[in-house]
């Protein structure tokens, strides 16, 4: 459904936990508490954000020291999910400012893209089983282009472009008509497998 009565000129904004660690986190947005006991897969809802300049604090929760701290800028009515994840093979913090563009989606199809978080720097590609287009490259540390798809429940699978060794697969997801999705591939360290997550991206009911 749309939101309503949206602030004249406002952008919207999340942001999604993809630090595979048992660890949750306290997010200062502007110095002000933003969410609490941030926990690996949780998003925050979208939220109305102004223009301009915004500083965002990560922080052990209950905790007050700052472990990471990113400046970013806001434009006019765009949408807007920022990715935490740590820079592969390390422990160090990095946090990815995403836009969610108004594509236009063909009668009767819905918008798929996918984007690579995880911990593994292997180019990979993704795709739902017996169903096209295909995704050959998921790119590393943004999001690809929106690729359009009739409504589908499909398996999908991620393999490695070099050898085509699957390194995962999932059944029965679903995707249903006129709306934009996000796969964000995660993990992919100890107790953490390589997998994605599927979330509805926030251009599917926001309107400006």
Known sequence: MPMKSNPPDCSYFRLFHALPTAES???????MLYTKDFLYEDFT???????????????????????????????????????LTYTPNTTNIQ??????????IPEEHLLIRVGNFSQCITPL???LVETKPLFKKVPLRQTSSYLSFLPTTAAIELL???NGHLLTTTSNNTF????????????????YPLKWVQ??????????
């Open 25 to 31: 986190f306290d997010l200062y947005l502007d110095d």
């Open 45 to 83: 809802l979208y939220k109305p954000i102004s223009l301009g300049e915004h500083t965002l604090k990560v922080c052990p929760h209950k905790e007050s020291e700052p472990i990471y701290e990113r400046t970013f800028w806001i434009s006019e009515k765009k949408i807007y999910t920022l990715v």
């Open 95 to 104: 946090g990815y400012l995403l836009n969610e563009p108004p594509k236009a």
């Open 125 to 127: 590609t993704l795709h």
């Open 160 to 162: 490695e472009i070099e």
């Open 176 to 191: 249903k008509i006129s709306r934009y999705y996000t796969l964000y591939v995660i993990g992919g360290i100890e107790n």
């Open 199 to 208: 979330t509805i991206d926030g251009n599917s009911f926001i309107h400006f």
